[in-house]
Structures are given as C-alpha cells and as structure tokens.
C-alpha cells in the first residue's frame, strides 16, 4: 500500500469541511461533474449529509446511488464488501465515483480503530480499478487524532477547494497501529472448544446470547458468526479455540480466540473470486454484524470481536 503512484487509476481524496456550507460545495460538484462525464455515482454518507446532498441535487438525485452510511456502514468491515465494492463491480465495464463518508462524530471509541483500518484498506482493495473515492471528514466534530489519519490514510486533502498531496500517507502504518490487542473482562468464564464440541459450543453461545438479552431476529446471526468463526478456529486456527461472551453498550459480545494468524489485511473485507472455494466466512461475519473487530500478530494468534446490538 505505498502511496498510489500517478498512473494507477484510483484516486481517493479526503476532503476536509466545516459546515453544511463546505459540504454542499466540496460533495455536490464531485457527484455532478460524475454524472456529466458518464461515470456510475453513488454517495453513502450519515443520514442528515445524505438529505443535504439529495436535496442540492434536485432531480439529478435520480442517478445516484444514495445510501445512509449509518445503516449501510455500521459495521466498517463490511463497506468495502457490501457498500464500495458492491456498486463498483455492479458497473464493470466503466469508471465509478462515490463519496463515502465512514466516520462521523457519533462513531464510538470502539468502533473507531476499525473505520482507520478501513480507510487505510481502501487503497488496498481499490488498487489497479477506474474509482474515485472521495471521502468527507467533518473538521468541527472530529478529534485531531481522527483528522491526523486521515492524512495518513488518502494521498491527497482537499480543503476550501484546494487539493494537496499527503506529506503523510502512510496507510501500512495505519493497519498496523490500529491492530489491538483485545481483551474480554475480567470475569467473563472462557469455553474450549475443538472438533468434536464445535456444536456443543454453539448451543452453548446461543443459550448465553438469550440469556443476556439478545433478541430472537439477531439471535439467528450471532449463532450463525459462531457457527462461523468457531469452524475457522478448527480449520485454519490450529484445530482448536476458546470462546467468551458477555454484554457491553447495548451490545452482545462474543470473542473468539485462536492461535491462527491473519495474513492478508483484506480477510473478510473483500468478496472472494465468484470460482474460489471457501473464504467466505469471515466476510459473511461482518456482513451481519453490528462491528467486527480483530487483532492477529504471529505471537498470540488471533482474537476477533463481534458486537450484535440488542
């Protein structure tokens, strides 16, 4: 992920605002100078930027693909899967240009070093395709630190209609520094798990999962992430793991822990090839969960969170 050289077609610019003001002008002539040049445009950002932008641009709203971030994005694993490359691929055959706008000022502390790497990831996932990504980043409601990797994680800013290349772009270190280690409370008691128990630790998770208050609609998914990670513990995690839940935030929590290593960044965020066998699983996981976080390092193998809201 060195920074993007001139020739590669993707372009992904931060653009800086303050105000509905700067919004309107940085987002709105991005979205129409891609409709006049034929491209594909879609733009998914928090609820009320969606109105503003849907409402500037009138009647022209009819060609864009316009999606609420908070829902559609709630989980950042699943943008680049379910929201960025789900419109890009739909348009194969010419260039697309959305505005995705993944972190806002709602977004928890928690949730939060899952939107970096995801923004360090595009750059990644997008090398080598005809996109332009532009992402906003509120100036007033975001803290310095989150404005700070955003100059790390887009090779160009754009500010009051100026655009300058990042002096620090460096989206590796990103990943990096947002890989946490992760860890359950204190007195939450772990379930071992190999093989032969993987359906016993399934029933397990989905009594415990009732228990503290996880409704039936989302019960179904949270069995089914388990079932999920569960099967790649034994399969790809050393044949054997351990499992925890408890709850946080309105949140149902599973953790599961294995001594297997993630070695490509983009697991789980990036469909696999239609003709690949298997590595859908993960993906699948944070597809239907609220927030999927992960820490994997050669050393202790891999811990991933996920947060199902009640």
């Known amino acids: 992920m060195s920074a993007t050289a001139q020739t590669d077609p993707f372009v992904h610019p ?12 940085g987002t709105v002539p991005f979205v129409l100078d891609g409709l006049d040049a034929g491209e594909a445009v879609a733009v998914a950002v928090p609820e009320a930027n969606l109105e503003l932008i849907r409402t500037a641009l009138g009647e022209r709203a009819e060609k864009v693909r316009l999606l609420d971030m908070e829902q559609a994005g709630r989980n950042p694993g699943r943008i680049i899967p379910r929201v960025l490359r789900a419109f890009a691929d739909a ?12 972190i806002w000022a709602g977004r928890t502390s928690t949730e939060y070093p899952a939107c970096a790497q995801h923004e360090a ?7 080598g395709r005809e996109a332009t990504i532009l992402c906003p980043y509120d100036e007033l409601g975001l803290e310095e630190t ?17 655009q300058d290349t990042s002096a620090a772009y460096a989206p590796e270190a990103v990943v990096s520094r947002y890989n946490q280690p992760l860890t359950a409370p204190g ?17 397990h998770a989905i009594l415990r999962a009732a228990e503290l208050g996880l409704p039936e609609p989302r019960l179904q998914d949270f069995a089914l992430a388990v079932a999920e990670l569960t099967t790649n513990s034994v399969v790809h995690g050393g044949g054997s793991g351990a499992l ?23 697991a789980g965020r990036c469909p696999p090839p239609k003709d690949r066998r298997g590595g859908r699983g993960l993906l699948l996981v ?3 969960a609220d927030l999927v976080r992960v820490h994997t390092d050669p050393d202790h193998g891999t811990t991933t969170h996920c947060y199902f809201h009640c």
């Not at 931060?14 to 002008?25: D, H, Q, T, V």
């Not at 990831?121 to 090398?127: G, K």
Request: proline share 7%; glycine share 4%.
């Open 14 to 25: 931060a653009l800086f605002y303050r105000g509905p003001e700067e919004y309107l002008a």
């Open 91 to 102: 348009h194969p055959e010419e260039r697309v240009r959305i505005i995705g706008e993944p």
């Open 121 to 127: 990831l595009i750059n990644l996932a997008f090398q």
């Open 146 to 162: 989150v404005l700070a990797d955003a100059h790390a994680t887009h090779p160009t800013i754009i500010r009051s209609g100026a």
């Open 187 to 203: 007195d939450v008691p772990q379930v071992s798990y190999a093989k032969q128990s993987l359906s016993d630790v399934r029933h």
């Open 244 to 266: 925890r839940i408890w709850t946080q935030d309105d949140h149902v929590v599973f953790e599961v822990r294995d001594a297997g290593v993630l070695a490509d960044p983009l």
């Open 286 to 288: 944070h597809v239907i």
